[in-house]
């Protein structure tokens, strides 16, 4: 498979109507349901309605979530069309029963001197001590500099922070990455060498030691 034509085709899904997605979808959550216990979800795949104003989508990541579930056999939730109402993704996760569920929440970042912020929200680090020491190897391995929770990072107010209120333990961690790890149509090489290499082997490895609280 040339990973990089599939991103593309997989990103129709999301750039249609100027990044604002499939308008006539009768679901604003795409949902591939494959019973694996790690969900990579991405909540801004498309522009989303939030705050009392309209916020970019986070480019290529709905690609990048589709296909890690393709690849890795993991489920999958991603925004796939706007609406002009605030819909958040934690209503939606929260009527999937994901209790025993660990969720790798893939978001953007503008241009930072790290390549992959990642966001702990309201928990400390130290109470994800597995995942992140796994997080750590594997940014080693294919050569991604990442820091954990970046000066401007808002994760307590997402996805992250929404399940550790709702079950009181570690089950979420947000993943920012800069443009030029996500960008597979400038930044190809990027992309299927490094960014989506760690991303596979860290959802098949979390899928075999869960749980990890």
């Known amino acids: 498979m040339n990973v990089t034509k599939k991103l593309i085709e997989l990103d129709e899904r999301y750039k249609a109507n100027m990044y604002r997605g499939q308008l006539y979808a009768e679901s604003l959550w795409l949902f591939d349901n494959r019973k694996s216990r790690v969900v990579v979800s991405a909540p801004h795949a498309t522009q989303t309605y ?52 660990f969720f790798l929440d893939i978001h953007g970042m503008r241009e930072r001197p790290f390549d992959l912020a990642v966001g702990t929200g309201f928990m400390s680090a130290g109470e994800y001590l597995r995942p992140l020491t796994l997080i750590k190897e594997l940014a080693e391995k294919y050569r991604i500099k990442m820091v954990i929770n970046h000066p401007d990072y808002r994760g307590p107010w997402g996805l992250t922070g929404f399940y550790q209120s709702q079950f009181k333990k570690p089950g979420a961690l947000q993943l920012e990455w800069r443009p030029e790890m996500r960008n597979f149509y400038h930044n190809a090489e990027n992309v299927t060498t490094r960014t989506l290499p760690f991303l596979d082997e860290l959802v098949r490895r979390l899928e075999d030691f869960l749980p990890v609280w």
């Open 50 to 101: 939030i705050n009392n104003h309209i916020k970019k989508s986070d480019l290529y990541t709905g690609a990048l979530a589709e296909l890690l579930g393709h690849q890795t056999g993991c489920s999958v939730i991603v925004r796939q069309k706007f609406v002009s109402e605030t819909a958040l993704i934690n209503d939606f996760v929260l009527r999937q029963n994901p209790d025993e569920h």
